[in-house]
């Protein structure tokens, strides 16, 4: 799964053969280059042994360290720890031989060059560390984000071994907010394990550069756009002359693409440090947007100081043209890029990977997935993921970032908040010339206790210029809360509001909500004992399928897939129908919030996006990178242009959240019964023009045909504050409801109108339901006759027959609560003849065509006339499919295109697909595909296109397992 290449080795670079010219920059020090040799030991058991510093210190009972990388990480990659993803072995490990300082030690050996200046650099170490070199010390690093750049040029031996000690220091316990800066998730969460070493260790790139007397430091590219075809630039850095005398010369830049030229000359005292700034313009600028919404062009800026014809030191900054703004309009937070508002669609990534193992390239997986999934921001939690590959991947696919700092809401300061904020300055340095980045967050859930609120505003102001917000709470100030994490039924997210827990009430901008997602039964065996495959034990809760993560709600998702699928007969059922589970639930959280675009709604991020840990829990693809049902039910969600159906209250809407205006567009609505027959009476059809980030009504699907009471008018005893109101009982949306004041007896009525023949009221309750109540009917609504009593009502819901009787007025009489609240329900239909236009459950397919006829959004439901009970799936027939495919090579990918096919009658309902090697049956991953988990009807077909790194299948020799959810 993971690269361990160093991300500033150059190819073909060793070190042990190496001269580089004064101002080339970066000879690895990674263990990835094998002329480093790096190895770790427990600091209790060495101290400050004799010889340690000297080359011919015998190392051989050290263990080899992996740089960057932890301590844990080096002994499980030395086979002297078990396999810490699988079963219960990492909770298993004797975590006092990693909670405490380790020593790491390296020997290299640099060729004599003619450059002025040698500099030894750190990227990160957690969580500090005393660095040695030769025998001298020569700094300390304080905090992970503690860049450490040490003169050397006087203590490097050259053309022969030099040896690099660092005495690494264990962040210790209590960790939040205490050891901050720090990954503070590493003494568990409940959804990652303790890490034990609580994840130190030289974390990020080490290397060697050198220089010149002058070095130029920090470089800060800034954009501001005059009008749409003028970009200012502002761009400063401060220049460095590290000798004692008085130096001139001349810095330089040049912008690509435009051959942008720029240039002053200077005089630098000695030992001085100056401030240079140029102000060049960029006409016709391409600008970088969020994903979906347009391109992400990215400049490149070449700076140089050359003194005596001589170049000093040189630096790159890529930079990207854009231009952030915000308001808070109607107390929501709205961000807007380059003067456009953006809907938020995003996820949380608590951590990269749980140990530190994600490196280099994989963050273009990770990256690029989410963007496959159509999302345009990933929130950082907690400032947890570190690497530069992650905002380089965020800048190349129009990721905006939501970053966080390193507190959680806890009522306590770091140790040390010095140390804090100089490590919150050299993020803020490190970082702000990312486009992506949108928002800097000073804590998960709370306030910064003082001094640090004021520090960080503070900071964000003077060394990101304001240009973008500081937001000080993740939850509120302009946001909704953070939460629910556990599933609801679809129509929930639809509902007036779906509430959070802090923040204002209302859909809004939400940073966090999401709920337990299971994996493939594929995956799943691959961390899980075949031992504690099923039923549902201990195990499963060790990677957070039980109380472990409460917040998760397993036991709601648990009665999910039982009660609305059919009780699961094994791990594989229960997997299978799982996916489905993940599919409806994540799609209708992102539809939801865009249901209701800008009416109050302005973004919506899931918790989590990102898998750290093999878990069943908040993910969309998984820790291998199989992609479950939760990621393709966002992927369809967050469609650019997109055509959706409200659970709620069937309404149908054409979301538009690009920069392009559509006229013109037919939108369409089909429903089939179970065999695949359409139910004609129940389509629809409108053209309609979807402007620019716009949700746009087309029309109501009517599933209340028969429904006698529907948008009659309805008279209840009393209202609880957060009801409705008596009519929403008629409403036929499942996203209102009647609610009435907290005691017994408490009654709603319908008028239909005219006296009708009935024989049957359906009751959809809310969880507050009448363990005992009443059906009445009326003629004129004052005197009322029982047609159905009951003590034991079982809330759901709850369909009363009884003998035909003609009425006018049918009431529901509550005589006794099941709850502490009072009664509540969606609806109260009321039927005489009931037709046979509907099976139990439907399928809806929506189409949206362009004004040409070509298809620019699909969309698939299926639907219960029962709420969610949609058992009746397992009696479809079984369905066999006809594929066919071809493989073919481009460059260093390869892409299978595959055909689908449904010859049979019957559909061929949720159709999974998995790429395996044909050698062993192991599945290609990551890979990225256009579809899966799709539906066909008879005669229908799908084409599908498979992604992946060639070196995956070396062979070229697969196979692809077609499995619909009815095989």
Known sequence: MFNSKGRKLLAGLMLAALAIKAQEKAISLNSSNTAVHWKIKAAPATGLEAGIHEPGYNDNSWVNGVVPGTVFGAFVEAGLEKDPNFGDNIYQVDKTKYDRDFWYRATFTPVRSEAEKWWLNFEGVNRKAEVYLNGQRIGLLDGFMDRGKFDVTHILRYDQPNVLLLL????????????SPTYISSASWDWMPYVPGLNMGITDDVYLSSSGQVTIVDPWIRTALTDSAHAKLSISMDLDNHSAKMLEGEVSGVIQPGNIRFSKKVKLSGGQSEQVSFQPEIVQPKLWWPNGYGDQPLYSCELQFVSGEKISDRKQVTFGVKQYSYDTLGGVLHISVNGRRIFI????????????????????????????????????????????????????????????????????????????????????????????????????????????????????????????LYQANSHSDGLTGSGPWTNFMPAWYFTKYPGGFGGTPGWGL?????????????????????????????????????????NAGPDRYDDAINKSYGAATGIEDYCRKAQLVNIETNKALYEGWLHHMWNDASGVMTWMSQSAYPSLVWQTYDYYYDLTGAYWGVKKACEPLHIQWSAADNSVKVINTTLQQYKGLQAEAIV????????????????????????????????????????????????????????????????????????????????????????????????????????????????????YNTDVGKGGLETVTFKPVKTRYVRMVGRKRATEWGYSLFDLEVYGNRSKALSDVQFIRLLLK??????????????????TDYTALEKLPSAMLK??????????????????????????????????????????????????YFTLLKGEQKQLEITFETKLLKDAQYKLIVTPYNH
């Open 168 to 179: 690494v220091h264990w962040p210790g316990t209590p960790i939040v907010n205490y050891s």
């Open 345 to 468: 669609k995003g996820g949380n990534w608590g951590m990269s990977e749980y140990m530190l193992r994600c490196r280099g390239g994989e963050y273009d997986t990770k990256v690029r997935l989410h963007k496959e999934m159509n999302f345009n921001m990933i929130r950082n939690w907690i400032g947890s993921t570190t690497d530069e590959e992650f905002y380089n991947a965020c800048d190349k696919y129009g990721m905006l970032v939501w970053d966080d700092f390193w507190l959680n809401s806890h009522p306590n300061l770091p140790k040390d908040v010095f140390a804090f904020n100089k490590n919150a300055v050299e993020k803020i340095k490190r970082l702000r010339n990312h486009p992506s980045i949108a928002v800097w967050c000073g804590d998960n859930e709370g306030y910064p206790l003082p001094p640090l609120n004021g520090w960080l505003k503070e900071n964000v102001g003077t060394y990101d210029g304001n240009d973008r």
């Open 510 to 550: 939400r940073t966090e909500i999401g709920t337990a997602v299971f994996t493939s039964f594929e995956s799943f065996k691959k961390f899980m004992p075949d031992s504690s495959w099923w039923p549902r034990n201990k195990m499963w809760d060790l990677h957070f399928f039980g109380p472990s993560a409460a």
């Open 672 to 787: 089939y019964n179970m065999d695949g027959s359409p139910a004609t009476s129940f389509g629809r059809k409108a053209f309609v023009d979807a402007p620019s980030n716009t949700a746009t009504p087309c029309f109501d699907l009517n599933f209340n045909i028969d429904n006698l009471a529907f948008k009659k008018s309805a008279v209840a005893s009393s209202s609880s504050a957060e009801s409705a109101g008596a009519d929403a009982v008629t409403d036929g949306s499942t996203g209102s409801r009647w609610s009435s004041e907290y005691t017994d007896n408490e009654w709603v009525y319908v008028d239909l109108g005219t006296a009708q023949e009935i024989s049957s009221v359906m009751l959809h309750w809310e969880d507050a339901y009448a363990r005992a109540y009443s059906i009445q009917v009326s003629g004129d609504a004052q005197s009322w006759t029982d047609v």
């Open 850 to 867: 362009d004004a040409k006829g070509r298809l620019q959004s699909e969309n698939f439901y299926w639907r219960s006339s029962r709420m």
């Open 883 to 932: 594929t066919s495919s071809v493989l073919k090579q481009r460059g260093d990918s390869t892409c299978i295109t595959a055909t689908i096919r449904n010859p049979a009658a019957t559909p061929a309902f949720a159709v999974h697909v998995q790429l395996l090697r044909a050698d062993n049956n192991e599945r290609v991953l990551p890979a990225i595909m256009n579809d899966n």
